[in-house]
């Protein structure tokens, strides 16, 4: 498994996740408050001990349970499903400053949030955008709300200087975010 340097104290790793069949992406990021993980599946070794887990849904709780972190944190809709999955968990809402900084958006779902790294320029997403090219998830993903919740949600992130979006399922924007951003939430919804 490799660890990749995005920017300043931002790393990434893929790994082989059985339960989805296919590589999902993690995200480490040095911060004041210390070593924060979001959505991680089997962290590297190298990475240490995590002072604090973000998740995006509860979904993507993976192996946090296994992990000892200090606090762990996730959307307030997703603390029931969690407590299901032996994750005891924060709550967070759209607007929520977190530790290192880190910022809790909206994100069209109400079990979802997506989080911005001011300091890393990064906009992270755990369901509603998949990479490669970036776009908005499947309405079948979403439920009623559909693809037009995500993009009311997500158009204010369009005043941000995004330069990262990345998401846990597919190739990330490694490059020219808020223009990737924009095309995504510009595309015609799609069915599956």
Same mark, same amino acid.
Request: hydrophobic share 45%.
């Given at each position: 498994?490799?660890?990749?340097?995005?920017?300043?104290?931002?790393r990434r790793?893929?790994?082989?996740?059985?339960?989805?069949?296919?590589?999902? @992406?993690?995200?480490?990021?040095?911060?004041?408050? /210390?070593?924060?993980?979001?959505?991680?599946?089997?962290?590297?070794?190298?990475? /240490?001990?995590?002072?604090?887990?973000?998740?995006?849904?509860?979904?993507?709780?993976?192996?946090?349970?296994?992990?000892?972190?200090?606090?762990?944190?996730?959307?307030?809709?997703?603390?029931?499903? $969690?407590?299901?999955?032996?994750?005891?968990?924060?709550?967070?809402?759209?607007?929520?400053?977190?530790?290192? /900084?880190?910022?809790?958006?909206?994100? @069209?779902?109400?079990?979802? *949030? *997506?989080?911005?790294?001011?300091?890393?320029?990064?906009?992270?997403?755990?369901?509603?955008?998949? @990479?490669?090219? $970036?776009?908005?998830?499947?309405?079948?993903?979403?439920?009623?709300?559909?693809?037009?919740? *995500?993009?009311?949600? $997500?158009?204010?992130?369009?005043?941000?200087?995004?330069?990262?979006?990345?998401?846990?399922h597919g190739?990330?924007?490694?490059? @020219?975010?808020?223009?990737? $951003?924009?095309?995504?939430?510009?595309?015609?919804?799609?069915?599956?």
């Open positions: 498994m490799e660890l990749n340097e995005l920017a300043p104290g931002l790793w893929v790994a082989y996740y059985p339960e989805w069949k296919d590589d999902v @992406g993690s995200l480490a990021v040095e911060t004041d408050d /210390g070593l924060v993980l979001i959505d991680p599946f089997d962290p590297p070794r190298e990475l /240490g001990p995590a002072r604090h887990v973000l998740l995006t849904i509860f979904w993507h709780a993976r192996s946090t349970r296994d992990l000892g972190a200090g606090r762990i944190w996730a959307p307030a809709r997703s603390l029931r499903p $969690l407590e299901r999955r032996g994750v005891d968990a924060h709550p967070v809402r759209p607007g929520d400053e977190l530790p290192g /900084g880190i910022q809790a958006l909206a994100s @069209g779902r109400s079990g979802e *949030v *997506v989080y911005w790294l001011p300091a890393q320029r990064a906009l992270v997403a755990g369901d509603v955008l998949l @990479g490669g090219p $970036l776009r908005i998830c499947p309405d079948s993903w979403i439920g009623k709300a559909g693809q037009a919740a *995500v993009r009311e949600a $997500l158009s204010p992130a369009l005043e941000l200087p995004i330069e990262l979006v990345l998401v846990s190739v990330p924007v490694l490059a @020219g975010g808020r223009a990737a $951003l924009r095309r995504a939430l510009d595309q015609a919804p799609s069915a599956a």
